[in-house]
């Protein structure tokens, strides 16, 4: 995979931490990748990333990873407050309207996996932005997906069958939590829509049983700060 160097001003040390431990996903919602690379390159407005893949697969290199870019903004992911300083940014080219194209989530998967490597990063802690910030960012939406980087070892998926119990939304709101989504003083109704736009983007309506089973399943086997999950 060729990378482009394509250097932004836009970054400092990593507060509290040598190294990161997680990463998060993106997409610009601009209508160009130059759109985007300029803006992420911009001093004025005081955004960055690590990196940007094209529609097209090509891959820009803006911060090393080892600094701290300024990609996630207020948030959260279990104990972690500054998501910036813990994390690696990816931005993907898309509005937000769009199918990601394959040869962009091949590219995606290819950089991940150097990146997870060499971080020693596991696949629970490859997140979107909006699981960080429920109420404030959609994403990278609900076109993105997440299977595929689950079946390559990249990211995570529930794993329900059989009788899903109860759609009560105390035991979704605490399983939530206990994976990693920042439920204090959130909305249950944006946890719930970030939550969905990641493991259930057809699902309509109410909170209902296979919400619940898929954050306990998530909770039981990943559980964020490997805290007691059970609600």
Excluded at 171 to 176: E, I, M, V
Aim: net charge negative; aromatic share 8%; proline share 10%.
């Amino acid at each position: 995979m060729d990378i482009i160097d394509w250097p932004s001003p836009n970054h400092g040390p990593r507060r509290g931490r040598d190294a990161p431990d997680m990463v998060v996903l993106h997409y610009t919602a601009m209508e160009t990748p130059r759109a985007a690379l300029d803006r992420l390159c911009d001093p004025v407005p005081e955004v960055s990333a690590h990196y940007l893949i094209a529609e097209t697969g090509a891959v820009y290199a803006l911060v090393p990873e080892a600094r701290r870019a300024w990609h996630a903004g207020a948030g959260a992911w279990g104990a972690c407050a500054d998501v910036n300083s813990a994390s690696v940014g990816i931005e993907l080219a898309n509005t937000g309207a769009h199918p990601f194209p394959e040869p962009q989530m091949a590219a995606l998967e290819t950089l991940l996996g150097g990146i997870c490597a060499r971080w020693n990063i596991p696949a629970e802690r490859v997140i979107g932005h909006s699981d960080m910030a429920p109420a404030r960012k959609s994403d990278p939406g609900p076109r993105f997906d997440w299977a595929r980087l689950a079946r390559a070892g990249l990211a995570v998926w529930p794993d329900v069958g059989g009788d899903a119990g109860e759609g009560d939304m105390q035991a979704f709101l605490a399983a939530a939590g206990a994976f990693g989504y920042p439920v204090e003083g959130e909305a249950p109704e944006a946890v719930l829509t970030a939550f969905r736009m990641r493991f259930r983007p057809w699902a309509e309506g109410p909170l209902d049983p296979v919400d619940v089973a898929m954050a306990r399943d998530l909770a039981d086997r990943f559980p964020v700060d490997h805290r007691s999950t059970r609600a």
